[in-house]
């Protein structure tokens, strides 16, 4: 089953910047002595860059060293993920969501891992390999981003037991093992140990473009099972080996709360029951593992998977007309909110539904309407 354009419209390519130092705790008299020491030794204080350009690869090979540049940092409230390890679940290109929160996260530091749909994978490892996504993975500081490794991952299964036999006879699935969210978290905790960050970048709804009222009920459990409850099993299943404080976010669409004509196949309720679940996975994973859980609301956006929907750039003509903030929504604002969301400048935020649409989940009247326009 595809992760498509149910994802919420939320696909495009992004080139975030986010700087990344340490010290966010000083106080106001340290502050002030480092200011003094920088600019009498250098005249400026020197940014640190991270270096995220080792050899790609789908294996392990080894540690991972950042070369920093420059140990002196900004006075300021950076955000730092160095040391961190992230998981994400939901790349399979360069133009998504998942892609751009990957880059915000190397941007600041991070190890990057990702999952990636099965029938999806050998292309997708291809062209890393290949260089295509080369310029995509370019960083702030000019280094390309690093994925460590790339899991084979379908969030649809739990566990082998439930893989019905015509899925694993597919020849789509041949020659990938371990790629149920149960194996794929044993896989990463015998190669890695633990990890930081889980960012859940999945969605898929096979009759998506039909109304609610045409929706048949494999559809519509299809949209939550691959759309919401694959963010509860994945929590579920990689909150032992997260380490405490770590922090796990999720993408929803506005069509949870409003009425999206278009947006259908029961996507529209899967959104609603991730917000839900966000809420809910925030105390029980809070109360258990010390874990934040939060999820973001993107406005449209445009890419290859968000066209299934058929109508997606009329929404971000409408989205561009109608929000308060007049100007394009680019991938890379909400990469930039998921660093920080995960960071620990947001130690104190879960639970939370976070809206980067420009302001249009504010808005209760369209101001193209014919109706006041004339």
């Not at 006075?75 to 892609?99: E, Q, S």
């Not at 989940?361 to 309407?369: E, F, Q």
């Amino acid at each position: 089953m595809a992760y498509s354009a149910a994802a919420g419209m939320q696909l495009v390519a992004a080139r975030p910047c986010v700087s990344a130092s340490r010290g966010i705790h000083a106080s106001r008299a340290v502050v002030s002595q480092i200011d003094r020491v920088l600019s009498t030794t250098t005249g400026i204080a020197s940014c640190p860059k991270i270096c995220c350009s080792r050899p790609l690869s789908s294996k392990r090979s080894g540690v991972v060293v950042r070369a920093m540049s420059g140990e002196s940092a900004l006075p300021g409230l950076p955000i730092d993920l160095r040391g961190k390890r992230a998981f994400i679940a939901g790349v399979a290109d360069d133009n998504g969501y998942g892609w751009a929160i990957a880059k915000a996260l190397a941007a600041a530091g991070a190890e990057i891992l990702v999952g990636t749909w099965v029938p999806a994978l050998n292309i997708f490892e291809t062209s890393l390999r290949r260089g295509k996504f080369d310029e995509s993975r370019k960083l702030p500081d000019g280094s390309l981003m690093d994925i460590v490794k790339v899991y084979p991952l379908d969030a649809v299964y739990d566990s082998p037991e439930d893989v019905p036999e015509d899925v694993k006879s597919n020849k789509r699935y041949a020659g990938s093992s371990n790629w149920t969210v149960k194996e794929v978290a044993e896989s990463v905790k015998n190669d890695f140990g633990s990890i930081d960050i889980l960012v859940h970048s999945l969605a898929n709804g096979p009759e998506v473009t039909k109304p609610l009222l045409e929706t048949s009920r494999r559809g519509y459990l299809a949209a939550i099972s691959a759309s919401s409850y694959s963010f509860v099993s994945l929590l579920q299943h990689f909150l032992p080996i997260m380490n405490p404080g770590g922090a796990s976010i999720s993408l929803t669409y506005i069509a949870s709360e409003r009425a999206i004509p278009g947006y259908g196949g029961g996507m529209s309720s899967a959104k609603a029951a991730l917000e839900s679940d966000t809420r809910v996975l925030a105390f029980e994973a809070g109360r258990k593992g010390k874990i934040r859980v939060n999820t973001i609301s993107a406005g449209p956006l445009g890419s290859r998977a968000a066209k299934a929907i058929g109508f997606i750039e009329k929404m971000i003509e409408y989205s561009y007309v109608n929000a308060p903030l007049q100007k394009e929504l680019l991938a890379d604002e909400v990469g930039n909110t998921a660093a920080f969301l995960v960071s620990p400048l947001a130690s104190a935020i879960t639970g939370s539904t976070v809206y980067v649409d420009n302001g249009l989940n504010t808005m209760g009247l369209a101001v193209d309407s014919p109706t006041i326009t004339s």
